[in-house]
Nanobody, 116 residues
Framework: QVQLVESGGGLVQAGGSLRLSCAASGRTFSSYDMGWYRQAPGKEREFVAGIGWSGGSTYYADSVKGRFTISRDNAKNTVYLQMNSLKPEDTAIYYC?????????WGQGTQVTVSS
């Protein structure tokens, strides 16, 4: 069982920045593929960014490329999402995801609201 706890969400003006964190349980965090997803009101959950187990591979949705950066600290069992140049359309609940042995685990989500 893997538990994920997100933090760092909040209200920010357009153009501002936030950094989300996701703390994961488990002694083998360094083997997990990790990702961030988001879900806006009335919309389906969508992929935002992903990072491989070593941190050497990162992936981004086109809508956030150049503005968001995903990273991980395996010593702290934590994955981060640095979000810069935020736009109102980035408003959503952001979820942390872990891919472990063919299973997906999700955190409870953290709300990000960007005002115009």
């Amino acid at each position: 069982q893997v538990q994920l706890v997100e933090s760092g969400g909040g209200l920010v003006q357009a153009g501002g920045s936030l950094r989300l964190s996701c703390a994961a349980s488990g002694r083998t965090f360094s083997s997990y593929d990790m990702g961030w997803y988001r879900q806006a009101p009335g919309k389906e959950r969508e992929f935002v960014a992903g990072i491989g187990w070593s941190g050497g591979s990162t992936y981004y949705a086109d809508s956030v490329k150049g503005r968001f950066t995903i990273s991980r600290d395996n010593a702290k069992n934590t994955v981060y999402l640095q979000m810069n140049s935020l736009k109102p359309e980035d408003t959503a609940i952001y979820y942390c995801n872990a891919g472990v042995a063919g299973r997906d685990y999700w955190g409870q989500g953290t709300q990000v609201t960007v005002s115009s």
